[in-house]
């Protein structure tokens, strides 16, 4: 089954509710933490993931484009995220593992995410315990970028990996992700498609996020 996480980034912020109750048709809510030194660019912490817990219902996929994730962890499942990615590349292997164990100690699902230029490869000391992987289909950091069709390769191979070793577990593409690029990643084995541009542009949205699916 396709799921379609619309990426709040896109969203107005200062009308946050209002714009979370429009992609209520979907099945996650995808929400970009950045910190300005992992990515480029500020965007929300623990307080306000905290809010958007109070103000819906939804599953909260929270990505963490953060150095040392490890530090944030418990903060961000108390603060009510349902899944969290930590990026493979944000720290070392050991503390990547001590990361995924946190989650699993706070009852969160756990996920890694990739940034272009990692191997699919690298999620193989984790995989087995994994609920999620998130491929990044654009450099992370700022929404509305363009596909990058070379990632489709590198969603095929964690597909591979996956069916190999953890069957169970969704594999989640994120950046520049619209009706047209839709197909070529599920095609390649994703199940989970982020969309910011593509969802908060549209005049029509619940149209929008089926035109996805
Ligand atoms: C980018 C973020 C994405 C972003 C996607 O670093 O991780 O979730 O919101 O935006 P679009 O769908 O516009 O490429
Ligand atoms: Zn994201």
Known sequence: MIKIAPSILSADFANLERDIRKVASADYLHVDVMDGCFVPNLTIGV??????????????????????????????????ADLLSVHLEADH???????????????VKKAVALRPITDARAILPYVEQLDLVLVMTVEPGFGGQAFMESQLETIRRVRLI??????????????????????????????????????YNAA?????IAALR
């Open 47 to 80: 307080p306000v993931v905290q809010s958007i817990r109070k103000c819906t219902d939804m599953f909260l996929d929270v990505h963490l484009m953060i150095d040392k994730p490890v530090r944030y962890i418990e903060a961000f499942a108390k603060a009510g």
């Open 162 to 199: 996956l069916e190999q070793y953890n069957p169970a577990c969704e594999l989640e593409v994120d950046g520049g992700i619209s009706p047209k690029t839709a197909p070529l990643v599920k095609e390649a084995g994703a199940n989970v498609l982020v969309a910011g541009s593509a969802i």
């Open 93 to 107: 292997p050991t503390r990547i593992a001590e990361a995924l164990r946190l989650m699993e100690q706070c009852g």
């Open 204 to 208: 029509d949205l619940p149209a929008a």
